[in-house]
């Protein structure tokens, strides 16, 4: 049977709340992840990606983000004194209810909620929407030169598929290779109990800076 394709809707955890992606929140976007050093492992197609200005971030975020054909949200913070401030991005695109398929990606944070909750909770709150609409393939993948993103994934209980070589362009012209991993439908019991106990651990006192200083 084929999976369902999720309604494009906030979706509301404990400490951070998805929302979609809108046009009008790009400056808040830009506010959150516009930093060097959130391009300089391969987002966006890496060091030559990161765009100074909220203009040029806009202009780049029109062909870069899933505007059709995917559900792209910002994320964020609940509660607490920064409760509604922005601080990041995800999607899950590439949807295709009939091969029961998606991916997530797209992904970035403020600096300031690097390490934090918010990355677990993203996850089970994405991977919760796609296994509950009849997905059974979740694809998660990351530019092999980036280290601590192919580590966060490895900490999600996705599981290692492999290098898939040259494919995609960096924003420099070269290619890039990407490491591949999944979560299936048969993992997401154990997946989604090792996020819960994360989100538990490591929820509360969400060390957010300034972000035109993080």
Same mark, same amino acid.
């Given at each position: ?13 404990? !400490?951070? =709340? ?18 060097? /050093? ?5 987002? $966006?197609?890496?060091?030559? $990606?990161?765009?100074? @200005? ?10 870069? !983000?899933?505007? /059709? ?6 994320? =964020? ?8 401030? #922005? ?19 797209? @992904?970035? !944070? ?15 709150? #994405?991977?919760? #929407? ?10 998660? /993948? ?23 070589? =040259? ?29 819960? /106990? ?17």
């Amino acid at each position: 049977m084929a999976a369902t394709l999720p309604e494009h809707a906030p979706i509301q955890g404990r !400490y951070i =709340r998805l929302e979609p992606l809108t046009r009008e929140a790009l400056p808040e976007l830009h506010a959150a992840i516009g930093h060097p /050093q959130v391009f300089a492992s391969g987002y $966006g197609g890496g060091p030559e $990606g990161y765009r100074p @200005t909220p203009e040029a971030f806009a202009a780049w975020a029109e062909t870069y !983000y899933q505007w /059709q054909g995917g559900n792209a949200y910002v994320i =964020r913070l609940v509660g607490g004194p920064d409760d509604g401030r #922005l601080v990041g991005t995800t999607t899950l695109g590439d949807i295709d209810p009939a091969l029961e398929y998606a991916h997530i990606g797209w @992904t970035a !944070y403020d600096p300031g909620v690097w390490g934090t909750v918010v990355n677990p909770e993203a996850k089970l709150l #994405l991977l919760t #929407l796609a296994f509950e609409h009849g997905f059974g393939r979740i694809k998660i /993948q990351a530019d092999v030169r980036n280290e601590r993103s192919r580590a966060a994934i490895a900490r999600l209980g996705a599981t290692f598929e492999g290098i898939s070589r =040259r494919d995609l362009p960096r924003a420099d012209g070269s290619w890039r290779d990407s490491a591949v991993f999944s979560i299936i439908i048969d993992d997401w019991p154990a997946v989604r109990a090792g996020l819960e /106990q994360r989100v538990e651990k490591q929820g509360g006192g969400l060390p957010v800076q300034n972000s035109r200083t993080a």
